[in-house]
């Protein structure tokens, strides 16, 4: 098979690598910088979504709160009128 013709739908080619010792080492450390900063990219997804839900709650205790005091300051409104 000719190196610069197209291959067939669906088959798997690659073509023949001669690597160096160097170059294999080059291979390995590209892959493992790029696990690593995955790794961190993960961590960061999952920091981010944990400050999302605790702002969520924040605001649903902000909520709860703000309610409380309106209907506190509408018992003693109702009291003083009645």
């Known amino acids: 098979m000719n190196p610069l013709s197209?291959?067939?739908e669906g088959s798997l080619y690659r073509l023949p690598l001669n690597e160096?010792?160097?170059e294999k080492l080059l291979l390995?450390?590209?892959l493992l910088r790029k696990g690593?900063?995955?790794?961190l990219v993960g961590r960061?997804?999952?920091f981010?979504?944990?400050?999302?839900?605790r702002n969520k709650a924040k605001k649903a205790?902000?909520?709860a709160l703000v309610f409380t005091i309106l209907i506190q300051m509408?018992?003693?409104?109702f009291d003083a009128a009645g």
């Open 74 to 77: 509408c018992r003693k409104l």
């Open 48 to 53: 981010q979504m944990l400050a999302t839900i």
């Open 36 to 39: 690593a900063i995955r790794a």
């Open 28 to 30: 390995q450390t590209e």
């Open 20 to 22: 160096t010792k160097e």
């Open 6 to 8: 197209i291959p067939p």
């Open 44 to 46: 960061f997804e999952v």
């Open 61 to 63: 205790t902000t909520r």
